[in-house]
């Protein structure tokens, strides 16, 4: 049985990239790190529109990471760590490129 779910789960992996990109854990999907940067082009408008305060000049200095987005987010907003990630992790289900 073990071997028919890898096998499955390899499958799926290969036809579905979207899916091998995302894992579960406490039934909570787990973005990938590398979303933000590979879409940055077109999330970055996004984000200004979601989040006023940051500006063009935050936009232009920040290289789309995940890390610099809640870095900015926290110096902008006041956010604590994790609900930075939270907000980050509900705008990208929101805006899934």
């Known amino acids: 049985m ?5 096998c499955v789960s390899i ?3 290969n036809a579905f990239p979207a899916f091998a ?3 579960k854990t406490e039934n909570k999907p ?3 790190k ?4 590979a879409n940055w082009h077109i999330l970055k408008g996004k984000v200004m529109k979601k989040w006023a305060k940051i500006t063009d000049n935050d936009i232009l200095h920040m290289k789309g990471t995940r890390e ?3 870095g900015k987010l926290q110096e902008k907003y006041g ?3 994790e609900k ?3 907000y980050i992790d509900e705008f990208l289900k929101e805006n899934n490129p």
């Not at 073990?2 to 890898?6: E, P, R, S, T």
């Not at 590398?34 to 940067?37: P, Q």
């Open 84 to 86: 930075a990630e939270q």
């Open 21 to 23: 990109e995302e894992t």
């Open 68 to 70: 610099e987005l809640r």
């Open 79 to 81: 956010y604590d760590k």
């Open 11 to 13: 499958l799926a992996a």
């Open 2 to 6: 073990k071997k028919l779910f890898l």
């Open 34 to 37: 590398d979303t933000i940067e």
């Open 30 to 32: 787990v973005i990938n």
